[in-house]
């Protein structure tokens, strides 16, 4: 059980990787004369896995939408109490989020970090679901998903994918509905933890100065060997065409935003790959970045501001849109300009200075997210859980080629099937 070491010469990083007998995969990025150690320990169950089949079972179990959001909070309650309290009297700062495609369990500490981290471990794979606790948990998080309903930030991003996605659950609020949540049951939990949080479908990150050697014999103490299950996830077909070309909803607020989103056809399951990736970040830094023509025309027709305006490759298991978004004081008037610019420059190509120039950017910010414990560990996470290498990713950008960029260019940001979100103000 030796694990192996991970080196990129390129950035002069490394980390140590051990598939764990137990199926874990366990990462461990060892970063020397660091003050903050990080820790996060996550699961492929997010979100869009509302559907799903054992390899021992016939039928598709179908749970409530947000039931994945539900196991996040409960699985911090055990029968010796809350596992915030175990971490406070370490010292460390603890926290879960529950994404589309994943949960995750973390903490950063300066000291204490060897009690905390077997904090972590045990409370993750100790569940505890009554009849009592988990009603009472309804309410709690009946008022979280109130509270989102009322924040344009959320509305606008759920409400563009309503109007990209007909079939795909990634268009559903993570955390459901309280309709939706008032269906679970603690056998609904149960089902989805074991499905789902069994060690064969578990990645653990761990980011500071750590000694490996010794990471690896806490785990080995509190790891529980439970027999592996092979998971089935059900993903609808989805068609490229979109369901509606613009939403608005009105909020109590100053200025309105827009998210506009170009939608890319993808096959059930398919996941985008270091490669696709790469050069589709390269791509959104031509067009998009604050040198650009496209945003230097937008920024001096005052439709945006330099602190909202943010591209983004939204992208997962079956689904993938490029997506800008930011204040405008004429949402539909920055929306016509991007589409516009869209098309023009999948016609006309894209010069190779403005390549390079974006390449390079693009490689900086990744250098530079080594240099944060918590950015290594999260995307670590992600890459690992995706099925993806971190260290292939930042290898893509540094070996992309301008003919292959050029060639890739069609793929994306297609007009046809783009699709207008806007939140504005109820007086205007």
């Given at each position: 059980m030796t694990p192996k070491i991970i080196e990129n010469n390129l950035i002069k990083e490394k980390y140590f990787y051990m598939s764990h007998p137990s199926g874990l995969d366990i990462y461990i990025h060892p970063k020397k004369n660091f003050k903050s150690n990080y820790a996060i320990f996550g699961t492929k169950f997010g979100s869009i896995n509302n559907k799903f089949k054992l390899d021992n079972e016939e039928s598709?179990?179908?749970?409530?939408?947000?039931?994945?959001?539900?196991?996040?909070?409960?699985?911090?309650?055990?029968?010796?109490?809350?596992?915030?309290?175990?971490?406070?009297?370490?010292?460390?700062?603890?926290?879960?989020?529950?994404?589309?495609?994943?949960?995750?369990?973390?903490?950063?500490?300066?000291?204490?970090?060897e009690s905390s981290l077997e904090i972590l471990l045990n409370f993750v794979q100790s569940p505890y679901f009554t009849e009592e606790n988990v009603k009472k948990e309804q309410g709690i998080i009946g008022q979280e998903i109130k509270m989102y309903e009322d924040s344009p930030d959320w509305k606008i991003l759920i409400n563009l994918l309503g109007a990209l996605y007909k079939n795909h659950p990634v268009k559903i609020d993570i955390a459901g509905s309280v309709e939706s949540i008032a269906k679970i049951t603690p056998e609904t939990l149960y089902k989805c933890y074991d499905a789902f949080y069994n060690l064969n479908n578990m990645v653990l990150c761990i980011?500071?100065?750590?000694?490996?050697?010794?990471?690896?014999?806490?785990?080995?103490?509190n790891l529980k060997n439970r027999p592996a299950l092979k998971v089935e996830k059900y993903y609808p077909d989805e068609p490229v065409e979109v369901v509606r070309d613009t939403v608005t909803e009105k909020f109590d607020i100053q200025t309105s935003?827009?998210?506009?989103?170009?939608?890319?056809?993808?096959?059930?399951?398919?996941?985008?790959?270091?490669?696709?990736?790469?050069?589709?970040?390269i791509i959104l830094k031509c067009i998009a970045s604050k040198t650009s023509e496209m945003y230097q025309d937008l920024l001096n027709q005052g439709l945006i501001n330099t602190s909202s305006f943010a591209t983004e490759y939204f992208e997962g298991p079956g689904y993938a849109s490029i997506i800008f978004s930011g204040e405008s004081p004429n949402p539909k008037k920055t929306a016509e300009?991007?589409?516009?610019?869209?098309?023009?420059?999948?016609?006309?190509?894209?010069?190779?200075?403005?390549?390079?120039?974006?390449?390079?950017?693009?490689?900086?910010?990744?250098?530079?997210?080594?240099?944060?414990?918590?950015?290594?560990?999260?995307?670590?996470?992600?890459?690992?859980?995706?099925?993806?290498?971190?260290?292939?990713?930042?290898?893509?950008i540094e070996n992309a080629n301008f003919d292959e960029i050029s060639k890739e260019l069609p793929k994306h940001l297609d007009s046809k099937y783009s699709a207008l979100s806007i939140v504005e103000p109820k007086n205007d």
């Open positions: 598709y179990t179908i749970v409530p939408d947000g039931i994945a959001h539900y196991l996040e909070h409960k699985l911090f309650e055990s029968k010796e109490g809350d596992a915030f309290s175990l971490f406070a009297k370490t010292g460390a700062s603890a926290n879960a989020y529950t994404s589309f495609e994943k949960t995750a369990y973390l903490f950063s500490c300066t000291e204490n970090f980011v500071g100065d750590v000694e490996p050697d010794k990471i690896f014999s806490i785990v080995n103490k935003s827009f998210c506009l989103g170009f939608k890319e056809k993808m096959d059930s399951g398919e996941i985008r790959t270091c490669k696709e990736l790469a050069y589709t970040d300009i991007i589409r516009n610019y869209a098309d023009k420059i999948k016609k006309s190509g894209i010069d190779k200075e403005t390549f390079e120039r974006s390449k390079k950017a693009i490689y900086g910010q990744n250098l530079s997210a080594f240099n944060s414990v918590s950015d290594i560990a999260n995307l670590s996470l992600a890459f690992a859980l995706s099925g993806r290498e971190i260290f292939e990713y930042i290898n893509e």
